[in-house]
């Protein structure tokens, strides 16, 4: 169940750093309200992932998957530099996280 809450945590994190732009540095109410909720909600799962996985690993695999998905949005939704070289870095972090659950114990 560790690792549910750790993917959506992780999720949560995507939802949070999507938005944090839409909030003009916390000026706007609502963006702000859902950014805050998800910056919560993404903490609170990542509490609950850490009572069966060890922290580093939990930390790491989080990071791994709102670095990920948020670069993933910020190319498809955003425009942003799509290049082979950055998805290749971005495919080692993945890669990182995929072994990281190989050799996880949970």
Known sequence: MGWVYL????????????????????????PSL??????????YLL???????????????WVGIGAVGTAIYGMVALGEDSSALRALCFG?????IVGLKLLSTE
């Open 34 to 43: 859902f950014c805050g909720v998800f910056i919560a909600l993404s903490m």
């Open 92 to 96: 080692l972090i993945l890669a990182g």
């Open 47 to 61: 509490s609950l992932a850490t009572r069966t996985i060890p922290v580093g690993t939990a930390y790491a695999v």
């Open 7 to 30: 993917v959506a945590a992780g999720a949560c994190e995507i939802f949070y750093a999507a938005a944090m732009p839409r909030t003009d540095g916390f000026t706007r109410l609502w």
